[in-house]
Nanobody
């Protein structure tokens, strides 16, 4: 089994920054994809950013240039540095790991408001 533990959410003013972190533990294949998704109230869960075990990254167009995803494969951790935050970034952010199947964290709330 795999467990994902997220941290770093909170309340921030527009234009501010936050860093989300996620640590994975359990049976994890060396070839995998780690990433972040988000779900705003009344909307579907959407991809924010993912990074493969090879270091390839993919970002949603709405966050490109503002968010940076990084990972430490040796520690099975992934982080999301979010800058220039906007009210529309408000959502529950979920950590995701795709190894032999897909696993999800419990989610962490990010609220961007003045």
């Amino acid at each position: 089994q795999v467990q994902l533990v997220e941290s770093g959410g909170g309340l921030v003013q527009p234009g501010g920054s936050l860093r989300l972190s996620c640590a994975a533990s359990g049976s994890i294949l060396s070839v995998n994809i780690m990433g972040w998704y988000r779900q705003a109230p009344g909307k579907q869960r959407e991809l924010v950013a993912v990074v493969t075990s090879n270091g390839d990254t993919r970002y949603a167009g709405s966050v490109k240039g503002r968010f940076t995803i990084s990972r430490d494969s040796a520690k099975n951790t992934v982080a999301l540095q979010m800058t220039s935050l906007k009210p529309e970034d408000t959502a529950v952010y979920y950590c995701n790991l795709v190894t032999f199947r897909s696993f999800w964290g419990q989610g962490t709330q990010v609220t961007v408001s003045s």
